[in-house]
């Protein structure tokens, strides 16, 4: 969760208060649905309405759209390496890395714009983060399928999430992109399935 934004940088954090913490998580959960209904440039004025919260307390907590999208994104990021974590008990590891690739494509096709808007202003150091989560989680997840022989030689975590990211956006205008994007998706994997 996002470090009160507020706090100057001299002065040590203290730990935000439960409300407060509650306010900023809602705050999240309101702009990741509203980026996934319409795009990035969401309006702030909807998510404060969708959080419950007033225009003041989404300010207090994030001081820019930037720092809101970030914390978009980085929250989005965690949700899809927990979901890599879990998925390593699977017992059909094959199963498990086209479960993840699946909920990858979600995570694509919903950030509509998400991406973009992230790469023109963002701190260079927040997408290599996320990018190394991301691929860890996706190795991890690759080493148990390859070891089941479960996909085909050459295949990479850096292939996959590539492909991943060109059918959502390949999908992102269409009208029912998120289900058109889990068709292209359920053809590639099968493309990348051991014979």
């Known amino acids: 969760m996002p470090k009160d934004a507020a706090t100057p940088p001299n002065r040590p954090m203290r730990p935000m208060r439960a409300d407060a913490r509650r ?22 004025e909807e998510v404060a309405r969708r959080a419950g919260v007033g225009s003041a307390t989404l300010h207090r907590h994030f001081p820019s759209r930037q720092a809101l999208l970030e914390a978009v994104f980085k929250d989005r990021v965690e949700a899809l390496c927990a979901r890599a974590r879990d998925l390593l008990t699977d017992p059909d590891p094959g199963h498990a890395l086209s479960t993840w690739l699946r909920a990858v494509g979600a995570h694509a096709v919903a950030n509509r714009g998400l991406g973009a808007s992230l790469m023109r ?19 991890a997840l690759l080493a148990r399928a390859r070891a089941a022989d479960a996909v085909r030689p050459g295949i990479t975590t ?26 292209l998706l359920t053809i590639a994997i099968d493309g990348v399935r051991a014979r």
């Open 121 to 139: 202003d963002a701190d260079p150091a927040l997408g290599e983060t996320c990018h190394d989560m991301i691929t860890d989680a996706g190795d």
């Open 23 to 44: 306010n900023a998580e809602k705050i999240v959960a309101a702009a990741g649905a509203l980026i996934a209904e319409h795009g990035a440039d969401a309006s702030l």
């Open 158 to 183: 850096t292939r996959l999430l590539r492909l991943v990211g060109a059918i959502a956006l390949a999908t992102e205008q269409d009208s029912d992109g998120p289900a058109e994007a889990d068709l």
